[in-house]
C-alpha cells in the first residue's frame, strides 16, 4: 500500500507540534521541565467542578441535556456566562473546542490556499498550524516588548502585502509574554479598517494578570466602530479552569460566526454539553472564580519572580529575564548571544528543560534574533524547582 498516495497533500504538509514532540522527551521522572504550557495542577478546581457535575446531574432537564446533543454555536447557559464576561451580545459567542478549534474554524472560514496571513514572529505555533493547513502562506512582522510591531506592519502594508488576516496574541503573548500596547492596538484597528483585513485576538493569558493596569480588548475598542465588523475575539477557559475540558469561545460579527458555525457542524456538531454546563456553572460562579483566579495571580507572581531572581543570582549575567505583569512565561535571553537550540541536549542530559527560541519562528523567514532566546514556563514547577531547574542550567552556560 502507498500511504503517501493516499494521504492528502494537507496532511503531509501539517507538520506535528515541535513542543508536542519535545514534551514527550522530557517526560522523565528525574526532569525539572520549563518547556511546557500547563497551568499548575494544584489549581485545576477539581472540587468545584465535582460540584458542578454534582448539580448539573441533579437538575431535572440539566441532567438529560448534558447527555443529549446540543446547538452548534454553545450552550445558552455557557454563551451567557461568556457574553458577561465580554461584556457583549451573546449572539456574538460561539462556543469552541478549546479556543485552538476558534483559530482553526476563523482559518477554515476566512482563508484559501495561498491567502496571506500576517503572524508574529516569534508566534504560538498552534496558530500557524492551523493557518498552513488551511493553505495560507504566512508573512511575520516582528514583535518586541509591546507585542507585534504595528507600525512594522504599517510599512509593509504600505509597500502592497495584502493580508486576509492578523493573528495577534494580546495578552502575555506566548512565547515572548509582551502584551500589545495600547497605542498599538488602537492602529492595528485603523490599518485593518484602512487595508480590509480581519485581526484575530486570541487571548488566553489576559485574566492571568497580577500588576499592572489591563488594555482593553481589540473587541471592546472596536465596539460601535467601523473595526467591529472585522475583529474576533478567541477566549479560553483553559489557563483559568481546565485545559482538559477543551473549552473556548470566540466573540466575532455575524458574517464570520455564521460560517464558524457551518463549518463547526462538519468539525464536530458542537462542543460537548456536559463540559459546557460544567464550565458554566464554575465561570458563571464569580464570588469562586475572583477567589480561584486570586489564588493563580499570586501564585504565579511568587513562580515567575523566584525565576527570575534566580537567573539573575546564579547566572553571573549570562542568562537575563525580564518579570512579566502576568501570564505563564518568561522569555529569558542569553547575554552572550549564543544560540538556545545548542544548549538544549545539554540541559537535557542535566534534567532540565525549556524550548528553545528560535522553535517559535520555525519555517518563517526570521532575522533569526530569537535563537538567544528561552521560552520557560513558571507555572508546574514549585519555587524550590524552580531554583534548581536554574542551577542545572547555569551550569551548563558557555562561560
Ligand atoms: C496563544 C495561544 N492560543 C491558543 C491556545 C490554545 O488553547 P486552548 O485550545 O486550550 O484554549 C494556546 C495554548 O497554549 C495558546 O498559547
Redesign the pocket.
Known amino acids: 500500500m502507498d500511504s503517501d498516495a493516499l494521504l492528502s497533500s494537507r496532511a503531509h504538509s501539517t507538520v506535528s507540534s515541535v513542543i508536542r514532540d519535545l514534551l514527550r522527551l522530557v517526560d522523565r521522572p528525574d526532569m525539572l521541565s520549563l518547556a511546557g504550557?500547563l497551568p499548575a495542577p494544584e489549581h485545576l478546581p477539581v472540587a468545584r467542578i465535582a460540584e458542578a457535575l454534582a448539580r448539573v446531574r441533579g437538575t431535572r432537564v440539566g441532567g438529560t441535556r448534558a447527555l443529549q446533543y446540543g446547538p452548534t454555536e454553545g450552550m445558552v447557559e455557557l454563551r451567557e456566562v461568556v457574553a458577561g464576561r465580554l461584556r457583549c451580545p451573546i449572539n456574538e459567542i460561539v462556543i469552541c473546542t478549546?479556543?485552538?478549534?476558534g483559530?482553526d474554524l476563523v482559518a477554515r472560514s476566512l482563508l484559501d490556499p495561498g491567502d496571506l496571513v500576517v503572524v508574529a514572529d516569534p508566534s504560538?505555533l498552534?496558530?500557524l498550524q492551523s493557518f498552513r493547513a488551511a493553505g495560507a502562506e504566512l508573512h511575520a512582522v516582528a514583535s518586541d516588548e509591546d507585542g507585534l510591531d504595528v507600525e512594522a506592519l504599517g510599512v509593509v502594508l504600505e509597500s502592497g502585502l495584502r493580508p486576509k488576516l492578523v493573528s495577534v496574541?494580546t495578552d502575555f503573548?506566548?512565547p515572548t509574554g509582551a502584551t500589545l500596547s495600547a497605542a498599538r492596538r488602537r492602529r492595528l484597528l485603523e490599518l485593518a479598517v484602512g487595508f480590509g483585513f480581519v485581526v484575530v485576538e486570541?487571548n488566553?493569558y489576559g485574566e492571568l494578570r497580577w500588576a499592572g493596569e489591563a488594555e482593553p480588548s481589540l473587541g471592546a475598542l472596536a465596539a460601535g466602530t467601523p473595526a467591529a465588523d472585522l475583529v474576533v475575539t478567541?477566549g479560553?477557559a483553559?489557563k483559568v479552569l481546565a485545559?482538559g475540558l477543551?473549552l473556548?469561545w470566540l466573540r466575532g460579527p455575524a458574517w464570520l460566526t455564521d460560517a464558524v458555525v457551518r463549518l463547526k457542524q462538519s468539525s464536530d456538531l458542537h462542543t460537548s454539553s456536559l463540559d459546557q454546563l460544567l464550565a458554566a456553572d464554575v465561570l458563571g460562579d464569580t464570588a469562586f472564580m475572583e477567589a480561584h483566579l486570586g489564588l493563580i495571580r499570586a501564585d504565579y507572581c511568587t513562580r515567575a519572580g523566584v525565576l527570575v531572581d534566580a537567573l539573575s543570582d546564579f547566572g553571573g549575567g549570562r542568562i537575563e529575564a525580564a518579570l512579566p505583569d502576568g501570564g505563564m512565561f518568561v522569555w529569558a535571553r542569553l547575554t552572550d548571544g549564543s544560540s538556545s537550540s545548542d544548549l538544549f541536549e545539554r540541559a537535557l542530559e542535566e534534567g532540565v528543560a525549556f524550548v528553545p527560541g528560535a522553535a517559535f519562528s520555525l519555517d518563517i523567514p526570521s532575522d533569526g534574533r530569537r535563537s538567544d532566546r528561552l521560552r520557560m514556563c513558571f507555572t508546574t514547577l514549585r519555587p524550590d524547582e524552580l531554583k534548581v531547574a536554574v542551577s542545572r542550567l547555569v551550569s551548563i552556560l558557555p562561560r
Open positions: 504550557g478549546g479556543s485552538q478549534q483559530l504560538y498552534g496558530s496574541v503573548a506566548n486570541d488566553p478567541l479560553s483553559s485545559p477543551r473556548g
